[in-house]
């Protein structure tokens, strides 16, 4: 059985979603376990034994023991799914590569956000200057992706890999700091992605998320 150290919709919802794609079966099934950021849990709950920085995701597996979701999702793609993978030799790799460390760039983006715009509570003050850079760094990645996705349903043009699953958390969480309407081909691409099975069972197996407080959070007024 494969263990996944999560949090609920975070980076290790591409994890998730990854092992529905591949088939929880292959694993012997799967064991979910819960952490609650923003606690000492994290840091009490054994976790550093599997991740070193105290992050999820992290995996075990037989005496596989994992953390960081781009190396995660490589490695299992490459492993358990090659059809999801571009493997060595295959002239997209370079490209599977770029896009799965893309996700990172604007994850950390998002990150940020959620640090200067949900943690930070009163009396502390998310700054405006921050917040208005940091989104504007988070457009420009989306608009990227817009620009790439021109004439394609998916990051590649030989179709569907597990770089499209890295985007998982990061479509989820952008429109709460950027609004979507400026790029129709991501949203477009966003209903694709949520149309797939194994994107619906991971989302039943999160249900309804209860991080965000709002539906969309504007850059603060100086």
């Known amino acids: ?24 079966d292959r694993f012997g099934g799967l064991e979910v376990i819960e952490h609650r950021i923003g606690t000492r849990e ?30 995660i999702v490589e490695y299992l793609a490459e492993t358990f799914a090659p059809g999801l993978a571009r493997m060595p030799g295959n002239p997209e790799r370079p490209r599977w590569l770029q896009w ?75 429109p709460y700091y950027v609004r979507m309407e400026e790029f129709p081909r991501l949203l477009a691409y966003k209903a694709r992605i949520e149309a797939r099975p194994a994107y619906q069972r991971a989302v039943e197996r999160e249900g309804p998320q209860r991080f965000y407080d709002r539906d969309f959070y504007p850059v603060p007024e100086a």
């Open 100 to 174: 799965i460390h893309y996700a990172e760039t604007m994850a950390s983006l998002i990150e940020n956000l959620n640090l200067q715009m949900v943690f930070l509570r009163p009396p502390a003050k998310p700054s405006p200057i921050v917040v208005k850079l940091t989104v504007a760094r988070l457009r420009q990645t989306l608009r990227g992706m817009e620009t790439a996705l021109e004439g394609r349903d998916w990051l590649l043009p030989s179709g569907f890999s597990a770089a499209d699953i890295m985007m998982g958390f990061n479509l989820f969480a952008a």
């Open 42 to 71: 994290m840091a009490e709950s054994g976790l550093a034994r599997v991740s070193p920085a105290v992050r999820i995701p992290a995996i075990e597996f037989d005496v596989l023991e994992m953390s960081e979701s781009g190396a």
């Open 1 to 24: 059985m494969i263990r996944l150290h999560h949090v609920q919709y975070g980076r290790s919802f591409r994890v998730l979603w990854l092992i529905e794609e591949i088939g929880v």
